[in-house]
């Protein structure tokens, strides 16, 4: 049976309620698609009985996992290389030069998905800051909603196809070991690099003061409320010198003035803005 404009209410309203994600009304199709596959994993019969089962009693774990269901998780290795040459070129050298004394590096990927962007950060600092990586205290934080990517982000494993996105041969061969069908990390990517289950949409837990945050390609699923809320706790979290990355066709104006954009080749990054001219970048 196709689903019924309240059914698809219904259903906007729980992914909203649960991941600020905002669906359009002409989404109905994707939802559709995307649950209806779940709704047999369920066993019912289709997307309207798993609305019957989720308005008839709470169900924590069949709500996320229908939260989960509607998130897409496209990511790639090295996308958009821009801000990773960014990083390798002007970013991480000046910023090693000012954290020289405590030795010290927080890196965080927000809306991590599988991994690939805090494992490319990972190699980005092994391949060209090698004794920042080997010798200090580094750490790469990956976050996501979704507790079925942090899993497969955790494992470390990735599929031929996934490998093939990206990543240059030489950093396949550097930085992964070949695992039956699928390749896995080397252990220095492992020990740079962390994962955890976080909500941007969501209270946040305690959160370091981060060097380097890269929030790409999340922004564009929210409303401006939700952006403007999550920027105000960016500021608290990122460094007074701390650069952060946002995707390549996301914005930060209309919803944050406390940043000013840098550009830099045919990328940018923000900063704050009170900075001292002699800053990054
Ligand atoms: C398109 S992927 C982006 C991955 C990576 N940042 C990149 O640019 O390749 C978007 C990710 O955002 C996550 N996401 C969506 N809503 C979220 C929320 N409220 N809190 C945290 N992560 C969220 C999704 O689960 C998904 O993995």
């Known amino acids: 049976m196709p689903l019924s404009a309240p059914d698809y209410q219904f259903l906007k309203n729980l992914v909203y309620k649960d ?5 359009g009304d002409d989404h109905a199709y994707l939802l559709e698609a995307r649950l209806g596959p779940l709704a047999q994993l369920e066993g019912v019969a ?25 998130t897409t998780n496209e990511t790639s290795f090295f996308r958009d290389i821009q801000p990773f040459e960014v990083l ?14 405590e ?6 990927s927000g809306a ?6 805090a494992c490319s950060l990972a190699m980005t600092l092994l391949e060209h800051q090698r004794d920042v990586a080997l ?24 599929s031929q196809l996934e490998v093939n996105r990206g990543l240059p041969a030489p950093m396949l061969m550097k930085h992964f070991t070949r695992s039956g069908v699928q390749w896995q990390t080397s252990s220095a990517v492992q020990r740079l690099v962390q994962y955890r289950v976080m909500n941007l949409a969501a209270a946040w837990p305690l959160m370091p003061q981060f060097d ?5 390609n999340v922004l564009i699923y929210f409303d401006m409320d939700t952006r403007r809320a999550i920027f105000t706790r960016l500021r608290n979290c990122l460094r007074k010198d701390g650069v952060l990355f946002i995707g390549g066709a996301e914005s930060i104006r209309e919803a944050d003035d406390a940043f000013e ?6 990328t940018h990054y923000y900063r704050h803005k009170t900075q001292p001219t002699a800053g990054i970048g």
């Open 212 to 216: 380097i945050i890269f929030l790409r």
């Open 112 to 117: 991590a998905s599988t991994g690939q962007e």
């Open 103 to 108: 030795r010290s590096l927080r890196i965080w």
């Open 135 to 158: 010798g200090w205290d580094v750490q790469i934080l990956g976050t996501d909603l979704s507790s079925r990517v942090v899993e497969r982000a955790k494992s470390g494993l990735y």
């Open 261 to 266: 954009c840098v550009r830099a080749g045919s």
């Open 88 to 101: 390798k070129n002007t970013i991480l050298p000046e910023l090693v030069k000012k954290r020289a004394t």
């Open 46 to 70: 289709d997307v309207t009985a798993l609305v019957r089962v989720l308005q008839k009693a709470a169900d924590p774990a069949l709500r996320r996992r229908v939260v989960e269901t509607m």
């Open 19 to 23: 991941s600020a994600i905002v669906l």
